[in-house]
């Protein structure tokens, strides 16, 4: 029995009034959630209301899951829609986290060249990666931010993205390209990297 039929039956069992079974989704998903959040929020107090908001109105809102999506992808979506909520209040825009850190940056393709690394002169040249990408995704517009953060860090289907995002499947491999490319242009000066490849 695969994850998705797993969380089918608890949101069953949940909307029949089973709070066990919603205890046992909320465990299973918190942190990715609460690092799914931290994309948008930098406070770590913030990112545990947020996500608290979030689980509330998931339950509330259970009766409303008919299964279509991934219960996780139809949580992240309200999770997002939580954060933006939170920060709007708050008269701020979504950012991104206080810092990737180099396992963050290994969830990209070209990550993998930072693990081989390990002189001086190198991990300078890490760091610097590392902070190339993070100051590249919070500059970057909102939707192009919350997709390629959704793929690449989350790991989420183009399909599964759609759903949380409410838009076309072809509308985010748009934005994740221009993400990419976005952060391609950015590492070429840090990574000398010629103008034909991508990460």
Not at 40 to 62: G, N, P
Not at 174 to 194: N, P, W
């Amino acid at each position: 029995m695969g994850d998705r039929e797993i969380d089918k039956q608890l949101v069953e069992r949940a909307q029949r009034g089973d709070k066990r079974a919603f205890d046992l989704l909320v465990i299973k998903y918190q942190r990715k959630l609460a690092r799914m959040l931290s994309h948008f929020i930098r406070d770590a107090a913030e990112v545990e209301d947020v996500m608290q908001e979030t689980f509330i109105k998931a339950y509330r809102s259970l009766s409303s899951f008919r299964g279509e999506s991934a219960f996780y992808t139809w949580l992240y979506r309200i999770g997002i829609n939580a954060a933006k909520n939170f920060l709007v209040a708050r008269g701020r825009r979504a950012s991104t986290t206080n810092g990737f850190d180099i396992t963050d940056a290994e969830n990209f393709e070209e990550g993998s060249q930072l693990r081989d690394l390990n002189t001086p002169e190198s991990e300078l040249m890490s760091k610097q990666i590392v902070q190339t990408i993070h100051q590249t995704l919070q500059d970057l517009p909102e939707e192009l931010r919350t997709a390629i953060s959704l793929r690449e860090i989350e790991g989420l289907s183009y399909e599964e993205i759609a759903i949380i995002m409410s838009c076309p499947t072809g509308t985010v491999r748009s934005r994740i390209f221009r993400a990419r490319d976005a952060i391609a242009d950015k590492l070429r000066s840090v990574m000398e990297i010629g103008k034909n490849k991508r990460w």
